[in-house]
């Protein structure tokens, strides 16, 4: 995660910060699916769409656990670096990965580029995949009344 610490746009919660994101997300999540709206300085009520309040409902919790938080457009395009560490994985592996196929890629001159939007669909499909094997782990144990 060091790449994605070092970016200007990642914001690291100072323990106060971190405290005042577990009240706001406590007082934001009391109000269930109302209408988010900013008061500004002249009165007057910006509301907010829906997405806004989802994306700031999940900031608010993962700062609150003074964790280090970075809004990625989805077309951006990473490193391998980053991209690694967004896996959490080693860049050799990530390399080994575009290299046969398995994660699309570009070269921006010798460089390769991965889309964001790329890695996250491949991390929701390894979940997904984890999650299969795990049901069917399961249902094998069940079969074979190993007390799970």
């Known amino acids: 995660m ?3 610490l070092e970016r200007n746009d990642t914001i690291v919660p100072s323990d106060e910060d971190a405290q005042l994101a ?7 999540s009391r109000h269930g699916d109302r209408e988010l709206q900013v008061q500004l ?5 910006l509301p907010l ?8 409902t999940h900031l608010l919790v993962e700062m609150s656990q003074g964790n280090a938080v970075t809004v ?3 077309h951006a395009e990473m490193t391998t670096q980053e991209a690694a ?7 050799p592996h990530l390399v080994k990965l575009l290299e046969t196929g ?8 010798t460089h ?4 964001f939007a790329d890695l996250k669909a491949y991390k929701q499909g390894r979940a997904e995949a984890r999650s299969k094997a795990l049901e069917e782990l399961v249902a094998q144990a069940q079969e074979l009344d190993m007390g799970y």
């Open 41 to 45: 300085d002249d009165g007057q009520a």
């Open 22 to 28: 577990t009240e706001s997300s406590r007082i934001l």
């Open 112 to 115: 390769r580029r991965v889309r």
């Open 102 to 109: 398995q994660l699309p890629h570009h070269k921006v001159g």
């Open 49 to 56: 769409p829906r997405a806004l309040r989802e994306l700031i």
């Open 72 to 74: 990625i457009p989805v």
């Open 2 to 4: 060091t790449a994605l």
């Open 85 to 91: 560490d967004f896996l959490n994985v080693s860049r």
